[in-house]
């Protein structure tokens, strides 16, 4: 299966604070959220699948300041992973340490129906802040837009707005980027503005609520493909909707 025909999930959460239990959280979360799903492999150094028998124990020990390794479902034909790692103060919005979490699995039907619980699992299991899950072709040019005049000059694609780099962004509530399915926590939401129903009816009716407050929102019905003009254009009316989402409001 290409790297083309995959989902992709990020969320970012406050730093771990040693085995504080987000990890194995976050792999219960994927697991309970996409049936008959078992993570009880790792990878390793030379690139062979080894079981983990004492998965949840193994996870437990490695589970350092710095995140947790990758574990798979071992499955070559039908791959689904995921891993966390830290991300330092200086690269981060508002200076504040964060732990970020990605997870792939295949965009088939099945992903596709229990892909708004698969990130909802993991954002609620690491304490997410903001995450999203986006195909992988979409995602590649949403990550276009984010350019620094020195360090990435150029002109975000299809006429989408500049975003800034994470570590310009004030608050680390502030989402950096949108995605097709849209992660919110409750901090997040009240940080942007949503929702306000009146103008939100839209996004709203393919929106949930989680057992935190946050939110799952949902862009368009089917995944996103900027190669369809209807999900680019709700794509824009996102961005226009949400102007601190990528850092591009200047407090007063």
């Known amino acids: ?66 995140g947790f390794p990758l574990v798979c479902n071992g499955d070559e034909s039908y791959p689904v992973t995921v891993t ?52 992988f072709r979409a995602g590649v040019e949403i990550a276009g837009q984010t350019l620094d005049p020195v360090h990435k000059p150029g002109v975000p694609p299809r006429g989408l707005p500049a ?20 992660y919110w926590s409750a901090a997040a939401a009240q940080t942007i503005g949503f929702p306000d129903p009146p103008r939100d009816a839209e996004l709203l009716s393919r929106a949930r609520r989680t057992a935190t407050g946050g939110w799952v929102v949902r862009l368009t019905e089917t995944p996103l493909d900027l190669d369809t003009p209807a999900h680019l254009e709700a794509l824009l009316r996102a961005y226009e909707r949400f102007p601190e989402i990528g850092g591009r409001v200047t407090p007063g």
Do not use: C
Not at 35 to 57: C, H, K, N, T
Not at 89 to 102: I, M, N, T, W, Y
């Open 163 to 182: 975003l800034k780099f994470p570590e310009k962004i004030r608050s680390p509530e502030i989402p950096h980027r949108l995605g097709w399915l849209n």
């Open 1 to 66: 299966m290409t790297t083309r025909n995959r989902l992709g999930i990020i969320v970012y959460a406050p730093a771990l604070m040693g085995n504080d239990g987000r990890t194995l959280a976050v792999v219960h979360g994927m697991e309970q959220a996409l049936p008959g799903l078992r993570l009880e492999w790792m990878v390793s150094d030379d690139g062979r699948l080894v079981p983990l028998p004492q998965r949840d124990a193994w996870l437990a020990e490695g589970a350092k300041a710095v």
């Open 84 to 135: 966390g790692w830290g991300r330092p103060a200086r690269l981060s919005a508002g200076g504040q340490s964060q732990f970020e979490v990605h997870a792939k699995l295949p965009l088939d039907e099945a992903s596709i129906t229990a892909a708004p619980s698969v990130l909802e699992g993991i954002a609620e299991g690491a304490h997410a802040l903001w995450g999203h899950a986006t195909p």
